[in-house]
């Protein structure tokens, strides 16, 4: 059990006096209504929770008290007014806060009792944490949409007729052969695209509902513990840090600095202060800016004011990525060409028709003039257009979103068993061009499980606690035990446990197990009057206290170690004294922390300052604490190692072109020391001022030189999340393609700066995931690596569909017309080709789209934003295999009846065997586009050997049993071996097409895609 306790005991207020007094009113108040209420009615109602009154009244009230969901004291429609309306009168009369919360049966303290039957009456009287989503689009819905496509309907029409005409002449035992078989052909084109559409919506709706899966801390029956976003209920006590999202509409309980960004609600980017007094409203889909608080949840659902403006918003799954774009414009390039020649055959044909030159099967004119029947013309008319539309289906690659989609979808799916969850589809495909990648150092490179190694007391390592003075004892455990997010809570078996940040933990096991800390002890005898909360810009957090005991007020600081050291004037020695900190004793400590830094270990100080009290009273209206002229109390030096497995990630990044710079927020040494231990730096590299730089100096280099310098940096120390944004500025204006890694709220606009944002699914806060593409769901650097890898799986996927399908398209193209032209007949008819486009377009999809990324991938340098989708390399595999298609083919077309001696529908027959298992043939050699071992790693893609497998099978129940159908005759087996002969010379000429080099020059660079 999580036990982060960030409750009000964690949370240091100056406001319990006036809740306290709110309190005492509220339940006099309370209890007086609830007696008067009983004197009224003792006996009227038997359902009442109280007992019946006997004849001679004691002196007393006995109440049974039901634990039933009696929340009669307040209603939904006031709680979400008072909240939206920011009704301060209002919630007055609720009796303030305190009063909200009685009605609500929550304390603020401990939160709600949290059994499975208070939740459930909660979400009974109040409703449930969720929004109703926009109802998911029926299958129905994307066969309707899959009969809008235009070619579709010419072709419905034209089977329509064929059907008609076909059956008044030959009667519908024998007629409807022709236009059935186009009407089949077309249902099995169009249920194939309507189950591959819903299945990939309902993917996405999926993946919706676990990353909108926020988990929240929330404060039950005194335990504070995590619990998904969609189980808070009304009276949840809610624990709220920097980057948090609000879960749901409340009211501010305790806490400090706590700044609001509630530009989601009101448009307005300034941040909302937000306390007991003056603001106490929280919305939900707000996000905490600054400090941390506790709320009481009030609303939820659709009944938040984020609820209701949810209500009007339907989102749109359909999102199209640069890449599904750029393939759009590829296929309409296709489909332009397609549409000349598909208008050529219609013209060419409708001519040899009408002026004669057509045939029927016992070799009489089929066009005679006037004495040619009507429905005779009709029906060839029919036919011609039938086929035109055909060969321009055929030309259409509809196969390349389709196969976008699925390749999208799988690798999706199986990039979050990789501990990644794409938020962004177009994420999966540019991640596979990236070109840099800025990766944070804490949690990612290294393990975030943080140990306190070392202390320095003045300018002395400290071993043991029983060394270390009294006085500065004391000091060190009020700057720890006061100064801090952290918590520790003891459970049932007496056993101590630590929440907060990784630091915190280190820190608070560090000064309990080392140091004798008492955590509650010490904060029982302190007040925190103010607090100034850390963040990523500062890197130091600091409070002002005053002790109960003598009423001292002090200030306590934490934080990097070289910046409290900037702020000290003075140092406690090792015995306690104190001492001016002049600039060979500053040398001295400088080098300490250079030391520790070398050793990969994160420096933190500690200093303090006691406050005048007449000091105090002048800075009170300015709430600023004390940022000079402080007291080093010591120095501590924590480990975090990295991670296993992240140098050979780093190294599998670099090798794949790849350059990884490290952007973080501790010291030049400390980074230097970590970059090296996991191969971002070499142990050799020259470490000069251009390969290790500190944010600073970066910022302050001109643009100019910002530009000449950014590509030699390696990492960059002392970073502040502006200086990560400016390098990734810089690269993208190089051309690069970045990946950015990142954490905290303040990352938020390099991860959207960045062409793809890497969120960390541990230690990143809620601002820092919706801003991001993808979530690393384990922090880990590796799975960045693996992230990339998955990426130019995507597109190479893509590339080895495109080089498939275009072989096909550009044989089917010429193959008919140049049979047109010559013999004036098509020798693929309608639903041949429909069936041979339903085998590249889907099954060949499914069969490519679904490759697993190999080592080989990361052997290649990365694609650039400009590359040609279709490579030299993809040009010279295609028009090899097309050629030699076309050569066959068309061999088949004129000679094969008398190379085989048989007659032309054998003939017709062959020539389709032949050329769709010429694309099964060639399905093996567009697994591998450059590699002359097709078959490698064959084996562990069963999906790709099923899809061969019930490709061929089908093809062998069209060629042999759906003759009427298909308008095919039986092959007897020497035919088949022909046919599989003739297919299978696509292997040898693949690997033989593979040693001829090509240039790098981009083949058909003028054209777009």
């Given at each position: 059990m999580l036990s982060c306790m960030a409750s009000l005991e964690n949370v240091p207020t100056i406001l319990r006096k006036p809740i306290k007094r709110w309190r005492l009113a509220f339940a006099t108040i309370y209890f007086s209504r609830t007696l008067r209420s009983l004197l009224h009615h003792p006996l009227s109602n038997n359902n009442s929770s109280c007992s019946k009154l006997p004849s001679s009244t004691p002196p007393f009230l006995v109440l049974d008290v039901k634990a039933d969901a009696d929340f009669s004291n307040v209603d939904q429609t006031s709680?979400?007014?008072?909240?939206?309306?920011?009704?301060?009168?209002?919630?007055?009369?609720?009796?303030?806060?305190?009063?909200?919360?009685?009605?609500?049966?929550?304390?603020?303290?401990?939160?709600?009792?949290?059994?499975?039957?208070?939740?459930?009456?909660?979400?009974?009287?109040?409703?449930?944490?969720?929004?109703?989503?926009?109802?998911?689009?029926?299958?129905?819905?994307?066969?309707?949409?899959?009969?809008?496509?235009?070619?579709?309907?010419?072709?419905?029409?034209?089977?329509?007729?064929?059907?008609?005409?076909?059956?008044?002449?030959?009667?519908?035992?024998?007629?409807?052969?022709?236009?059935?078989?186009?009407?089949?052909?077309?249902?099995?084109?169009?249920?194939?695209?309507?189950?591959?559409?819903?299945?990939?919506?309902?993917?996405?709706?999926?993946?919706?509902?676990?990353?909108?899966?926020?988990?929240?801390?929330?404060?039950?029956?005194?335990?504070?513990?995590?619990?998904?976003?969609?189980?808070?209920?009304?009276?949840?006590?809610?624990?709220?840090?920097?980057?948090?999202?609000?879960?749901?509409?409340?009211?501010?309980?305790?806490?400090?600095?706590?700044?609001?960004?509630?530009?989601?609600?009101?448009?307005?980017?300034?941040?909302?202060?937000?306390?007991?007094?003056?603001?106490?409203?929280?919305?939900?889909?707000?996000?905490?800016?600054?400090?941390?608080?506790?709320?009481?949840?009030?609303?939820?659902?659709?009944?938040?004011?984020?609820?209701?403006?949810?209500?009007?918003?339907?989102?749109?799954?359909?999102?199209?990525?640069?890449?599904?774009?750029?393939?759009?414009?590829?296929?309409?390039?296709?489909?332009?060409?397609?549409?000349?020649?598909?208008?050529?055959?219609?013209?060419?044909?409708?001519?040899?028709?009408?002026?004669?030159?057509?045939?029927?099967?016992?070799?009489?004119?089929?066009?005679?003039?006037?004495?040619?029947?009507?429905?005779?013309?009709?029906?060839?008319?029919?036919?011609?257009?039938?086929?035109?539309?055909?060969?321009?289906?055929?030309?259409?690659?509809?196969?390349?979103?389709?196969?976008?989609?699925?390749?999208?979808?799988?690798?999706?799916?199986?990039?979050?068993?990789?501990?990644?969850?794409?938020?962004?589809?177009?994420?999966?495909?540019?991640?596979?061009?990236?070109?840099?990648?800025?990766?944070?150092?804490?949690?990612?490179?290294?393990?975030?499980?943080?140990?306190?190694?070392?202390?320095?007391?003045?300018?002395?390592?400290?071993?043991?606690?029983?060394?270390?003075?009294?006085?500065?004892?004391?000091?060190?455990?009020?700057?720890?035990?006061?100064?801090?997010?952290?918590?520790?809570?003891?459970?049932?078996?007496?056993?101590?446990?630590?929440?907060?940040?990784?630091?915190?933990?280190?820190?608070l096991s560090w000064s309990v197990q080392e140091l004798g800390m008492d955590m509650e002890v010490l904060k029982k005898n302190c007040t925190i009057l103010h607090v100034e909360a850390f963040n990523s810009e500062k890197k130091r957090s600091g409070i002002l206290m005053r002790k109960k005991t003598d009423n001292t007020i002090h200030v306590h600081w934490k934080g990097a170690a070289e910046m409290i050291l900037a702020m000290c004037s003075s140092y406690y020695d090792a015995s306690g004294r104190m001492k001016d900190l002049n600039v060979t004793e500053r040398m001295t400590f400088e080098q300490i922390i250079q030391g520790m830094a070398a050793s990969s270990l994160r420096c933190i100080a500690f200093a303090h300052k006691q406050i005048p009290e007449e000091e105090h009273e002048i800075k009170e209206g300015r709430q600023k604490i004390k940022e000079d002229s402080l007291t080093l109390i010591g120095l501590m030096g924590i480990k975090d190692p990295c991670r296993p497995g992240v140098r050979k990630a780093v190294e599998d990044c670099q090798h794949a072109g790849v350059n990884v710079k490290m952007i973080t927020g501790d010291n030049v040494f400390t980074a230097r020391a970590i970059a090296t231990e996991c191969g971002i730096l070499k142990a050799d590299q020259n470490m000069n001022s251009e390969v290790v730089i500190e944010g600073e100096a970066f910022r302050k280099y001109t643009p100019e030189e910002r530009m000449e310098k950014v590509d030699k940096i390696c990492v960059m120390a002392r970073s502040s999340p502006f200086d990560k944004l400016l390098m990734i500025r810089c690269l993208k204006q190089k051309g690069h393609v970045v990946a950015v890694t990142g954490d905290g709220t303040n990352d938020a606009p390099a991860l959207k700066e960045a062409d793809i944002g890497l969120s960390m699914g541990i230690q990143g806060t809620e601002v820092a995931k919706e801003s991001s593409d993808i979530i690393i769901l384990d922090d880990n650097f590796a799975s960045v690596a693996m992230v990339l890898r998955w990426g130019r799986c995507v597109y190479n996927n893509i590339q080895k569909f495109i080089q498939f399908q275009l072989t096909v398209n550009l044989a089917a193209l010429a193959i008919n017309f140049v049979a047109v032209l010559s013999a004036g007949e098509v020798p693929l008819t309608a639903v041949q080709l429909l069936w041979v486009n339903l085998i590249m377009d889907t099954l060949g999809a499914l069969a490519l789209a679904t490759e697993q990324p190999t080592k080989e991938l990361m052997e290649k340098q990365p694609v650039g934003k400009v590359e040609p989708l279709i490579t030299n390399i993809m040009w010279r595999n295609l028009l090899a295999q097309a050629l030699y298609q076309i050569a066959v083919l068309l061999t088949l077309q004129f000679k094969g009846g008398s190379i085989f001696g048989v007659k032309d529908k054998i003939k017709n027959t062959l020539i389709f065997n032949t050329f769709v298992l010429c694309q099964v043939f060639n399905e093996f050699n567009a697994r591998k586009l450059e590699k002359k071992n097709i078959f490698k790693g064959i084996h562990k893609n069963k999906l790709f050997l099923g899809v061969i497998g019930i490709t061929v099978i089908l093809q062998v129940v069209m060629v042999e049993f759906l003759n009427k159908f298909a308008d095919t005759e039986r092959l007897d087996r020497g035919q088949w071996e022909a046919c599989i002969a003739i297919a299978a010379m696509s292997w040898p000429i693949g690997f033989v097409v593979k040693c001829i080099p090509v240039s790098e020059k981009p083949f058909l660079r003028y054209l777009k895609w």
């Amino acid at each position: 059990m999580l036990s982060c306790m960030a409750s009000l005991e964690n949370v240091p207020t100056i406001l319990r006096k006036p809740i306290k007094r709110w309190r005492l009113a509220f339940a006099t108040i309370y209890f007086s209504r609830t007696l008067r209420s009983l004197l009224h009615h003792p006996l009227s109602n038997n359902n009442s929770s109280c007992s019946k009154l006997p004849s001679s009244t004691p002196p007393f009230l006995v109440l049974d008290v039901k634990a039933d969901a009696d929340f009669s004291n307040v209603d939904q429609t006031s709680l979400t007014a008072l909240v939206k309306e920011k009704n301060l009168d209002q919630l007055l009369g609720f009796g303030g806060v305190e009063g909200v919360a009685v009605a609500l049966r929550s304390d603020v303290k401990n939160g709600i009792h949290g059994a499975a039957k208070d939740v459930a009456w909660r979400q009974e009287a109040f409703g449930s944490n969720t929004y109703p989503r926009p109802p998911t689009k029926s299958f129905f819905h994307f066969v309707v949409e899959a009969f809008k496509d235009l070619t579709i309907l010419v072709l419905l029409v034209c089977a329509t007729l064929s059907l008609c005409f076909g059956i008044k002449e030959h009667g519908l035992k024998e007629g409807w052969y022709d236009g059935g078989s186009i009407l089949v052909a077309v249902f099995l084109v169009i249920s194939v695209s309507a189950v591959s559409n819903y299945r990939q919506n309902r993917q996405f709706d999926k993946l919706s509902k676990v990353s909108n899966n926020i988990q929240v801390n929330v404060v039950r029956n005194e335990i504070c513990q995590q619990i998904s976003i969609f189980e808070i209920v009304v009276g949840d006590v809610v624990c709220l840090r920097i980057g948090d999202q609000v879960p749901a509409d409340g009211l501010f309980l305790d806490g400090h600095s706590l700044q609001v960004d509630e530009s989601s609600i009101t448009g307005e980017s300034d941040n909302v202060e937000v306390n007991t007094s003056q603001n106490p409203f929280l919305f939900s889909g707000t996000k905490v800016a600054d400090g941390y608080a506790l709320m009481l949840v009030t609303s939820v659902g659709m009944n938040t004011t984020w609820g209701q403006m949810m209500s009007t918003i339907s989102r749109d799954t359909n999102e199209q990525t640069p890449l599904q774009a750029r393939l759009n414009e590829l296929t309409s390039s296709i489909g332009k060409v397609g549409l000349t020649v598909a208008f050529l055959v219609l013209v060419v044909l409708l001519v040899r028709y009408f002026t004669g030159n057509t045939k029927d099967d016992n070799g009489n004119k089929e066009f005679n003039g006037r004495k040619t029947k009507s429905d005779d013309v009709v029906n060839a008319v029919v036919g011609i257009i039938a086929s035109a539309v055909s060969i321009l289906v055929m030309s259409i690659p509809e196969g390349l979103p389709l196969a976008v989609t699925l390749t999208l979808a799988y690798s999706m799916k199986r990039m979050m068993a990789d501990q990644a969850m794409v938020r962004k589809l177009s994420a999966c495909e540019t991640m596979g061009s990236a070109t840099t990648i800025c990766t944070d150092k804490t949690g990612t490179l290294t393990l975030n499980q943080m140990k306190v190694t070392k202390f320095w007391l003045g300018k002395q390592p400290i071993e043991a606690s029983s060394s270390i003075a009294t006085n500065i004892l004391k000091l060190i455990q009020h700057g720890i035990a006061l100064n801090t997010t952290g918590s520790i809570y003891r459970d049932t078996t007496a056993k101590l446990e630590f929440s907060g940040s990784p630091t915190e933990k280190a820190i608070l096991s560090w000064s309990v197990q080392e140091l004798g800390m008492d955590m509650e002890v010490l904060k029982k005898n302190c007040t925190i009057l103010h607090v100034e909360a850390f963040n990523s810009e500062k890197k130091r957090s600091g409070i002002l206290m005053r002790k109960k005991t003598d009423n001292t007020i002090h200030v306590h600081w934490k934080g990097a170690a070289e910046m409290i050291l900037a702020m000290c004037s003075s140092y406690y020695d090792a015995s306690g004294r104190m001492k001016d900190l002049n600039v060979t004793e500053r040398m001295t400590f400088e080098q300490i922390i250079q030391g520790m830094a070398a050793s990969s270990l994160r420096c933190i100080a500690f200093a303090h300052k006691q406050i005048p009290e007449e000091e105090h009273e002048i800075k009170e209206g300015r709430q600023k604490i004390k940022e000079d002229s402080l007291t080093l109390i010591g120095l501590m030096g924590i480990k975090d190692p990295c991670r296993p497995g992240v140098r050979k990630a780093v190294e599998d990044c670099q090798h794949a072109g790849v350059n990884v710079k490290m952007i973080t927020g501790d010291n030049v040494f400390t980074a230097r020391a970590i970059a090296t231990e996991c191969g971002i730096l070499k142990a050799d590299q020259n470490m000069n001022s251009e390969v290790v730089i500190e944010g600073e100096a970066f910022r302050k280099y001109t643009p100019e030189e910002r530009m000449e310098k950014v590509d030699k940096i390696c990492v960059m120390a002392r970073s502040s999340p502006f200086d990560k944004l400016l390098m990734i500025r810089c690269l993208k204006q190089k051309g690069h393609v970045v990946a950015v890694t990142g954490d905290g709220t303040n990352d938020a606009p390099a991860l959207k700066e960045a062409d793809i944002g890497l969120s960390m699914g541990i230690q990143g806060t809620e601002v820092a995931k919706e801003s991001s593409d993808i979530i690393i769901l384990d922090d880990n650097f590796a799975s960045v690596a693996m992230v990339l890898r998955w990426g130019r799986c995507v597109y190479n996927n893509i590339q080895k569909f495109i080089q498939f399908q275009l072989t096909v398209n550009l044989a089917a193209l010429a193959i008919n017309f140049v049979a047109v032209l010559s013999a004036g007949e098509v020798p693929l008819t309608a639903v041949q080709l429909l069936w041979v486009n339903l085998i590249m377009d889907t099954l060949g999809a499914l069969a490519l789209a679904t490759e697993q990324p190999t080592k080989e991938l990361m052997e290649k340098q990365p694609v650039g934003k400009v590359e040609p989708l279709i490579t030299n390399i993809m040009w010279r595999n295609l028009l090899a295999q097309a050629l030699y298609q076309i050569a066959v083919l068309l061999t088949l077309q004129f000679k094969g009846g008398s190379i085989f001696g048989v007659k032309d529908k054998i003939k017709n027959t062959l020539i389709f065997n032949t050329f769709v298992l010429c694309q099964v043939f060639n399905e093996f050699n567009a697994r591998k586009l450059e590699k002359k071992n097709i078959f490698k790693g064959i084996h562990k893609n069963k999906l790709f050997l099923g899809v061969i497998g019930i490709t061929v099978i089908l093809q062998v129940v069209m060629v042999e049993f759906l003759n009427k159908f298909a308008d095919t005759e039986r092959l007897d087996r020497g035919q088949w071996e022909a046919c599989i002969a003739i297919a299978a010379m696509s292997w040898p000429i693949g690997f033989v097409v593979k040693c001829i080099p090509v240039s790098e020059k981009p083949f058909l660079r003028y054209l777009k895609w």
